[in-house]
Structures are given as structure tokens and as C-alpha cells.
């Protein structure tokens, strides 16, 4: 009955993480002990595994166990049975080689892995069910619609899933009629109205209505599209409806309610310092916009400190969990976040686990960016593109609101259904599914379409391989036959070596750097320009170009050589890892500057702006403040009392911490790195005037360098531009562009699939 037994484990055939190594591409030694551990946790106790005429099932799960360790790896929060099913898996060749064009024979010689073949589907299923034994609650793998996972991961799907439909049938609490009279008060000159008969849908307008009668609700949108000036506009409508709401309360009740709280209480939440900064800037700007157009007594109550994720859950030191959570509520009512593409699925969890249940939930973000570094892709899982159109109910209570033309938006999405249709034959679209709770902004405010960086992002995520190169080979014709212009082009080609056209940048935004009067100035200029690469390694990677920028500015023989970093003054420094008693985040971007202490010593500071220093005056109870003061400015003493006073002459600016500013001890810092160049990835939620984006020159280089969720692709290219607010300098061959541009980020996930269930 048994076609497995101790001596015919896989698990045994592979003693050694080298022999699994040899047979499959890419696996690591974390897979190899993490198929161990699951094989020998599983078999033993399962009793009839396969029958005799059906495949070595120990063997079959064995690998899978690796296929689910390596997906994991990457980023997905399952593995679906079908990816692998029936497939030769972690086969591996000398070159990349196309299957079609040559005989088997120059294949097989090719070869260097000679990976695995999978059973098929069916049985593949068969021997997973034999596994899922015992407790249902207790089992460590679950097969849910024939995706396998981890439990943890399963569990954070499934509790999401559930705290997003808990949202979405909870009735409105405000009168249709009311809402109508508030959107027209908000929006008075609409586009569709400026549009004539065919008046184009003013999607900012039905973006509020939507995210007004909702508890959970989405606003995905490109670069500079208006998701910040939309949702100051829809959280004026909240406070607009709460007053009218109370007015309609008895005086006794509403004596109260004002007594007792702010009328809204609102936390403005974004994954990174950098981020929420931005998220902060960009409403107290929509704020100001607003002002003569909407009631100041409104806009005085928007909310306009934003905060960390971390910060909002209440970091534990040395713990995973967070001091809120589903039995130490928050006591938002309403929570909006932005830049979502960057939180990833654990994350998103458990900031829904420790909201309220009636708490209403606003997401902001661009679902073609890259998605979070670690584990799923929620945003893209909850906002695919296009927009698969809205339930008949939600269609008529917008065209209500917003007095839209009957038919307006049904026949909007009619016209998508041809793109709609041919994504549902890929398989990633899904019939009869309403995305109520979704709304797309489409018109970007920051690019007007003409200016070659919207035009640019636009072709690479529609996987346009022949638009995009064309928009960068006529900028470059372009800028040649305009040289002598002033205004510089909004896209360019970089043209020879490095040092043709990397040094003079450095010269213009990093040399000046160290010369600024003050360290706010030398951040501000610091903000106009980056290096971006999409890999760490190679000659095109993060740590060579830092050294060869060290080098243009002549700072690799630094008068501070002896630190371990070489620091010196004017340095951009980014921190590698989260220091929770520090307040500083993996990706805080800070400058080494010089500075004089009260008794006229000179000592090199690493200093943060603004966002940490308010995020850590906002810690609470279990963080020791004094043990702070102690680490930072106020104790600047022998630490750095190895700087040479003399080589820091000239260069020191400032006595005193310019408000805002943070000051801290390099010794005291936990790891970091220069920051002249810095990953795609590490930008998200960042943006800067001027970015140049760095590839590698060859495809064989670049498939060297690549690692799972690390491919170069359409989103890492997406999120590299759409960094740029003004120009884009690219320095990439066309091969490698075009393998960035035809490779897509797909995470499996099975959040989509329930979370859009009619
Ligand atoms: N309807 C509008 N009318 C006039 N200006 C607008 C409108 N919508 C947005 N803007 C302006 O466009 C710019 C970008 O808007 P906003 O910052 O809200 O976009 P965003 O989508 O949040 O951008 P990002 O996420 O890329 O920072 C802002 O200067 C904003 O004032």
C-alpha cells in the first residue's frame, strides 16, 4: 500500500544541501532543511500515503516542500499546485536557451541542473490532502483552491480577507442626498461637466463618493494623479457629513460628543519616515489649495501629522508583535495609508487585527509599483488593472451623488470590457467579480502626457518594449539637436563611459553638498538628485557606483579613514537596519555634518531630519527617553574625539541642531552605507527632481545578479521613473531594457481570489 519508506525518502537521497544543490537551480540551503524538517514532521505521520502504481509521493513532496521554501523566498505567500504541476522544475541551462530554435540534443548539453518533474495536478493534490491529518487548526500546511501554504501565511490571508468584507457590508451612516450635496459642494466645476456629451468621468470626484459610504475602500493611481488632493477632499466630506450628522443629534448629545474627542478621529499612516513625510507635506499643500474654496473650520479639522505604520502599532523591541493588536485595540475611527504597494501582507494584518471592527479603513497607492520587499503583493491582489467595473447598486448610487449621466459609468466600463476580456484569458481576471470598494485615478497632474517621463512609465508597465525604447532614442535625437538649450529635457540617454556623463552629475548635485551653510540646506539638495540601480552587486550595482562617485569626489581617502565607514563631512549616509530604541528605519536617508558643541569642540553627527526626531518624540511608555538624550546630541562627548579638529575646519556650519533636525553619534548608529546610488527598491515612496537609472549592460551580467523577487522588471522599471519628478537620465543597453520591460512581477497569492468573490 506504502510507496514510501525510510530508505526511499528523497530527503535521504539528498544527505547533503550540495547534492540538492547540483540537481536544482537556484535552491538554498534554508529549502533544502526546510524540506527536511517539513518531510520528516509530515510522513510519519501519515499512514497511507500513495498506492504502487501512483509516483514516489515521498519524493514528490519533497520537492515541493523546496518549491514551497523557494516561493516563500520570493515573496509569494503560497504555492500554487498548478505552477508546478506536470513541470520540469529547477531545470537549469549553461546560457539561456531557446527551446524552439534548437534540437533537444543541444538542450540536454546545456544542461546544469537536471531538476525535478512534478506528478501531475490531480496527484500532486492527492498526496498533499494525505498529509493535511489531525487538527485542522493545528496542521502546519493548508491546500486551499490548490494553493499550498504555511499556516501563518494562510492565517494572515484569510484574517485580511475577513476584516475587509466585515467592512464592506456595513451600511452607510449618512443620507444619499446629504452626501450629493456635499460632492457637488466639494467638486463644483467637474470635468465630465467641462467635457460636454462626451464628458470624460471626474474619477477624483467618484473616488470620494465611493470611499464616503464605504468602510474599506482603495484609491490606486500613478505618480502625481491626484491621490493625496482626493483624499483631503474626501476627508473634508467626513467632517462636512459628521457636522451635519451632529447637528441632527440632540444638543445634550452633541455638548457631549464635542467635550469628549475630536469630531474625526483620523490617523494618517504611511510604511516608511520618508513616506509618511510626504504623505504630511502633501495634504498640509492640498490644505492650503483648498483654502478659500472649502470652510477653514473644515479644513482646521483635517488631520495632517502622518505616521509610521511601526509607529501607529507600537513597535515591542526584539518582538514581532506590536503593543496594539486584536486585544489592545487602537481607537482610530478612521485610518487612511499610502504608498500601499510597499506594506506587505503580515504587515497589513495586523494593522486590520488592531483597528476597530467598525473602523473605517482608506488604502492610497500605486498597484504598478513594485510590490513589498517581503511577503504578497496586497495592493496589486486587491486593486488589479483595469478596473473590473462596479456592482449595479454601487453604479447607481454614484451616478446619484455625483449626478453623472445615466449609463455614464456602465458604458466606461463596457468600452474596457476588450482589455478586460483579454486579461481574463490570461487567467488573472475574474468574471462576474465587483470591485465596489476600488477606484482609479487615471489623469496624472505632475505629467502632462506631452513630457517624455509620464509617456516613458506609461509604455513600460503596458509591457510597450518598442514605445518605451523609441521615447528614449527620439529624446536623446532630441536632446542632441537642442544642446544648446537651457531647459533640460525631461528624458535622456546616458551617452559613454561612467565618466562621461555620471561625473558631471555628480559635480552638479553632490559636490555642492558638503558646501551648503547648513545641514536643511544640504538635505534639500540632497533631494534633487539620485542614483538608481536595480541591483546591489556588479558594475552597475548600488556598491560600486558609491565608490566610484567616493571617487569623483575624492573622498575615498578620507581624513576620517580610521572609522569604520570613512566618514567624513557632506557624506549621505541611508541605515540598513531597524533601531527601535534609536527611531531609525531601514532606509532613513541622513548627512554626516560637522558640528560645534557648546564648549566649541568639532564632532562629526549623523543627522536625520525632521520625521524621525517627531516620530520619536511621539514614543510611548516602554521607551526610556533619557536613555535616548544619552545617545544623542546632548551627550556628544570623547566618542568622536579621534576627528582631527584641524581637517574640520572650514567645514563646520552649525552649533546648534537646526530645528528639525536630529542629531546622533555615528558610533551610535546601526548599520549603514553611503547613499550617492541606491536600489529601486529601496526608493519607493521617495521621489527626487533629477534620477538616473542605472542598468546592466548585458543580459548575462544582469541574470547573474538577479535573485527571485529581485528580477529586473516592468514594476522595478515602473518605480524607477516614476521616482523622477522633473528629469530621467537612463543608462541601460537595449537588451537589458527589453528583458525589464517584457518581464512582469507576479506574486501567487490566494487574497484575490477571496477577496473578490461576488
Ligand atoms: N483636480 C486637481 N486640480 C488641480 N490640481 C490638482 C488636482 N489633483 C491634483 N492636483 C495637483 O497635482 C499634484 C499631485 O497631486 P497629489 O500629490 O495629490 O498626487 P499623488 O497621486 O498623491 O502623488 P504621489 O503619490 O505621486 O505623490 C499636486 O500638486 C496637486 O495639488
Known amino acids: ?128 490532502s494525505a498529509l493535511t491529518i489531525g487538527a485542522q487548526d493545528q496542521q502546519l500546511l493548508v491546500l486551499h483552491h490548490n494553493n499550498l501554504y504555511l499556516r501563518r501565511y494562510f492565517q494572515f490571508e484569510s484574517d485580511l480577507e475577513q476584516a475587509i468584507k466585515t467592512r464592506l457590508v456595513v451600511q452607510c451612516q449618512y443620507d444619499n442626498d446629504d452626501i450629493a450635496q456635499c460632492i457637488e459642494a466639494l467638486f463644483p466645476n467637474t470635468e465630465e461637466e467641462q467635457g460636454g456629451a462626451s464628458g470624460e468621468i471626474d474619477w477624483q470626484k467618484v473616488a470620494v463618493a465611493n470611499a464616503i459610504n464605504k ?12 491621490k493625496t488632493y482626493t483624499v483631503t477632499k474626501l476627508l473634508a466630506a467626513l467632517v462636512i457629513l459628521e457636522d451635519n450628522n451632529l447637528e441632527e443629534k440632540s444638543m445634550a448629545e452633541k455638548e457631549l460628543t464635542q467635550q469628549d474627542a475630536p469630531m474625526l478621529n483620523v490617523a494618517l499612516v504611511a510604511p516608511t519616515g520618508k513616506a509618511a513625510q ?57 485610518v487612511l495609508i499610502d504608498e500601499v504597494s510597499m506594506v506587505d501582507l503580515p504587515l497589513m494584518t495586523r494593522v486590520f487585527r488592531a483597528l476597530k471592527d467598525h473602523a473605517k479603513v482608506i488604502l492610497l497607492g500605486d498597484a504598478d509599483q513594485l510590490p513589498s520587499v517581503a511577503t504578497g503583493s496586497v495592493l496589486a491582489d486587491i486593486a488589479p488593472r483595469p478596473h473590473g467595473g462596479f456592482s449595479a447598486a454601487n453604479e447607481q448610487y454614484l451616478s446619484q451623488v455625483c449626478q453623472l449621466k445615466a449609463q455614464q459609468l456602465s458604458d466606461y466600463f463596457t468600452a474596457n470590457k476588450g482589455v478586460n476580456a483579454a486579461i481574463e484569458a490570461k487567467g488573472s481576471y ?35 518594449v518598442k514605445r ?26 546616458a551617452q559613454g563611459e561612467l565618466s562621461q556623463w555620471l561625473a558631471p552629475l555628480v559635480k552638479q ?120 538624550e544619552s545617545l544623542t546630541s546632548e551627550s556628544i562627548v570623547n566618542e568622536s574625539k579621534d576627528i582631527d579638529d584641524k581637517t574640520l575646519a572650514g ?34 515612496g521617495s521621489e527626487f527632481s533629477h534620477v538616473a537609472m542605472v542598468l546592466s549592460q548585458t543580459h548575462g551580467e544582469q541574470q547573474n545578479l538577479q535573485k527571485g523577487s529581485k528580477l529586473l522588471s516592468r514594476e522595478l522599471l515602473y518605480t524607477g521613473i516614476t521616482r523622477a519628478k522633473k528629469q530621467l537620465t537612463l543608462a541601460a543597453s537595449q537588451g537589458v531594457w527589453q528583458q525589464g520591460v517584457t518581464t512582469q512581477v507576479k506574486r501567487y497569492s490566494g487574497l484575490t481570489i477571496n477577496v473578490l468573490q461576488p
Not at 537551480?25 to 510522513?43: H, N, R, T
Not at 502626457?449 to 509591457?463: C, F, S, W
Not at 518605451?468 to 540617454?493: R, T
Not at 537646526?658 to 558610533?667: A, D, E, F
Open 1 to 128: 500500500m506504502l510507496n514510501h519508506n525510510k530508505s526511499n525518502l528523497a530527503g535521504q537521497t539528498y544527505s547533503r544541501f550540495s547534492q540538492v544543490k547540483a540537481v536544482i537551480q537556484g535552491v538554498e540551503p534554508i529549502d533544502y532543511f526546510f524540506a527536511k524538517e517539513m518531510l520528516s514532521a509530515l510522513i510519519p505521520a501519515s499512514t497511507a500515503l500513495s498506492s504502487p502504481s501512483e509516483p514516489d509521493s515521498s519524493s514528490h513532496l519533497y520537492h515541493l516542500f523546496l518549491a514551497l521554501s523557494a516561493s516563500l523566498r520570493a515573496g509569494h505567500s503560497c504555492l500554487p499546485l498548478t505552477a508546478v504541476a506536470d513541470q520540469h522544475w529547477g531545470r537549469g541551462y549553461t546560457s539561456p536557451v531557446n527551446a524552439d530554435s534548437k534540437t533537444d540534443e543541444v538542450i540536454d548539453q546545456g544542461v546544469t541542473h537536471p531538476g525535478f518533474v512534478f506528478a501531475t495536478l490531480t496527484q500532486l493534490h492527492a498526496m498533499v
Open 215 to 226: 468602510n474599506f475602500s482603495v484609491i490606486a493611481g500613478g505618480p502625481g494623479t491626484g
Open 278 to 334: 510626504r504623505l504630511s507635506e502633501s495634504i498640509v499643500k492640498a490644505i492650503k489649495d483648498f483654502t478659500g474654496e472649502i470652510d477653514n473650520k473644515v479644513l482646521a479639522q483635517i488631520p495632517t501629522q502622518a505616521q509610521t505604520l511601526h509607529r501607529l502599532l507600537g513597535v515591542l523591541p526584539n518582538s514581532p508583535n506590536f503593543r496594539h493588536n486584536e486585544d489592545n485595540r487602537l481607537a482610530y475611527d478612521i
Open 430 to 464: 475574474r468574471h462576474n467579480a465587483h470591485f465596489d470598494y476600488l477606484s482609479f485615478l487615471v489623469k496624472s497632474r505632475r505629467f502632462d502626457g506631452k513630457g517624455g517621463i509620464g509617456l516613458l512609465a506609461n509604455a513600460v508597465i503596458n509591457g510597450d
Open 468 to 493: 518605451s525604447w523609441q521615447l528614449l532614442v527620439n529624446a536623446q535625437k532630441q536632446a542632441l539637436q537642442k544642446q544648446s538649450s537651457q531647459i533640460p529635457a525631461e528624458l535622456s540617454m
Open 509 to 628: 548635485y553632490y559636490q555642492p553638498i558638503e558646501k551648503c551653510t547648513t545641514v536643511s540646506e544640504a538635505f534639500a539638495l540632497l533631494a534633487q538628485f539620485r542614483v538608481l540601480c536595480a541591483t546591489r552587486q556588479g558594475d552597475y550595482g548600488v556598491e560600486r557606483l558609491n565608490e566610484i562617485i567616493k571617487d569623483y569626489l575624492g573622498k575615498n581617502n578620507s581624513p576620517f579613514g580610521q572609522h569604520q565607514h570613512s566618514l567624513y563631512h557632506g557624506q549621505p549616509i541611508m541605515i540598513n537596519e531597524n533601531d527601535y530604541r534609536l527611531g531609525l528605519y531601514n532606509g532613513d536617508i541622513g548627512i554626516m555634518w560637522s558640528v560645534v558643541d557648546k564648549e566649541g569642540k568639532t564632532h562629526l553627527m549623523a543627522c536625520f531630519e525632521d520625521n524621525s526626531c517627531q516620530e520619536k518624540s511621539r514614543e510611548e511608555s516602554s521607551f526610556n527617553d533619557s536613555a535616548l
Open 651 to 684: 567645514t563646520v556650519s552649525t552649533s546648534i541642531p537646526p530645528q528639525g533636525v536630529r542629531q546622533i553619534l555615528p558610533s551610535r548608529l546601526p548599520k549603514f552605507e553611503s547613499v550617492y546610488a541606491m536600489t529601486i527598491h529601496k526608493t519607493q
